[in-house]
Nanobody
Framework: QVQLVESGGGLVQAGGSLSVSCTAS??????????MVWFRQVPGREREFVAA????????YYGKSVKGRFTISRDNAKNTVSLQMNNLKPEDTALYYC???????????????WGQGTQVTVSS
């Protein structure tokens, strides 16, 4: 019912900034994307929660490793959620995934809809 497509990944030096975006579409995307979430994953490790935002954008959530550096936002008119990443560190290097659901949750298997991922690489 929902299709998610991420964009904006790339290579950035440590201390720099980068923004990634996710656009949702589908027959019932408005009801199935009440909460939009960013996860990230590196090879050999479990998928890690990064940030989440509710439909009204009044509620946001951040993982401990990124709080204070990353900011999540959404534009409901464009069906888009963005993640502004500042003061990037090499440990932020990962494949970043967008996910959607009906309630906030930091567990990856709680979400049924996922994008293909966009690679973010931070050089030291």
């Amino acid at each position: 019912q929902v299709q998610l497509v991420e964009s904006g990944g790339g290579l950035v030096q440590a201390g720099g900034s980068l923004s990634v975006s996710c656009t949702a579409s589908g027959r019932r995307y408005s009801t199935d994307t009440a909460v939009m979430v960013w996860f990230r994953q590196v090879p050999g490790r479990e998928r890690e929660f990064v940030a989440a935002i509710g439909r009204s954008a009044l509620s946001t959530y951040y993982g401990k490793s990124v709080k204070g550096r990353f900011t999540i936002s959404r534009d409901n008119a464009k069906n888009t959620v963005s993640l502004q990443m500042n003061n990037l560190k090499p440990e932020d290097t990962a494949l970043y995934y967008c996910a959607a659901g009906t309630a906030p949750n930091s567990t990856p298997n709680s979400y049924a809809y996922w994008g293909q991922g966009t690679q973010v690489t931070v050089s030291s």
